[in-house]
């Protein structure tokens, strides 16, 4: 009963098959006349993002997004705003160094821009370098022994002679100054600039300054898979006191400030504070 069943339902598909031309004429094209698109372009804007700011006197500069915004410094009111692009077409500006009556702004991998401020509220766009031009993909401005470099993926580069080095080993941090010579890191590691020996480990520095009676002193940053450490480190790139001078973060930090006789240390869930006295982080508070 169940086999003749079957048979009877084939032979009803097999006879409409035939009677629809399914196997006389082939199966029909589906290949649309019509070419598809090669490029997809989705541009989302709300606002922007603010990645770096500098107040020199009376002026506020501030970037935002693929914009630099001129304020008041005392009342915050918008004197002027600098495009560097169109929205979608051009990438946001990330880091900026004031140098004399020079701006330096740059637009993350893809260029640096140079503004002169012979007219401090009134910018003006003197040259615009690209990533082609500079040999690496730019994201940091530093100043260091009277010199301008630009450090990115791909190396760090001195800005007044084009000079490429520590090309093609990671991305680059700041260039600090050492008593071993110029330096930057990478990943964990400390490269003097000139012979790209290794002198240290770290993943950023900055100066700590004057104000601490530590002169040459830096702070130092050293990433893990967990967490980081930050703490205080000599002119020869190495901890003052790993015990008293140095501490353990939590998740990813991502900016470390010193100023009004503290350490600030900003995470992605919390600020942590230390004192800095006579060469250790003291008073904690978070």
């Known amino acids: 009963m169940i086999v003749r069943l079957h048979r009877l339902t084939l032979a009803f598909l097999l006879t409409a098959h035939s009677v629809l031309g399914g196997c006389a004429a082939g199966p029909k094209s589906t290949k649309s006349t019509i070419a598809a698109p090669t490029t997809l372009r989705v541009t989302h804007h709300v606002g922007g993002t603010h990645y770096r700011t500098i107040v020199a006197g009376p002026v506020w500069y501030q970037t935002f997004g693929v914009s630099l915004l001129v304020l008041d410094a005392a009342t915050g009111q918008l004197a002027g705003t600098i495009d560097f692009g169109a929205i979608g077409e051009t990438a946001p500006a990330t880091d900026m160094l004031l140098d004399d009556d020079r701006l330096y702004v740059v637009l993350r991998d893809e260029a640096v821009v140079e503004l ?57 941090s700041r260039v600090g100054r050492a008593t071993v010579g110029l330096v930057a890191c990478i990943d964990r590691r400390v490269f003097r600039l000139d012979d790209g020996a290794y002198v240290g480990s770290a993943s950023d520095f900055s100066p700590l300054g004057d104000a601490f009676g530590m002169p040459d002193t830096l702070i130092f940053t050293r990433r893990g898979e967990t967490g980081s450490l930050v703490g205080l480190m000599s002119a020869n790139v ?7 001078a140095t501490v353990a973060m939590g998740g990813t930090v991502r900016s470390v400030r010193a100023f009004a006789g503290r ?18 982080l003291t008073d904690p508070m978070r």
Do not use: C
């Not at 190495?238 to 008293?244: A, G």
């Open 116 to 172: 002169t401020l012979a007219d401090p509220w009134n910018p003006q766009i003197t040259s615009r370098v690209t990533a082609e031009v500079l040999g690496i993909a730019p994201r940091l401005l530093s100043r260091a022994a009277g010199a301008l470099y630009v450090s990115g993926a791909g190396g760090v580069v001195r800005w007044s002679d084009g000079r490429l080095m520590l090309a093609d080993q990671g991305i680059v």
């Open 263 to 280: 350490l600030w240390i900003v995470g992605d869930d919390h600020i942590a504070s230390y004192e800095i006295t006579d060469g250790a």
């Open 238 to 244: 190495r901890e003052v006191d790993s015990k008293r």
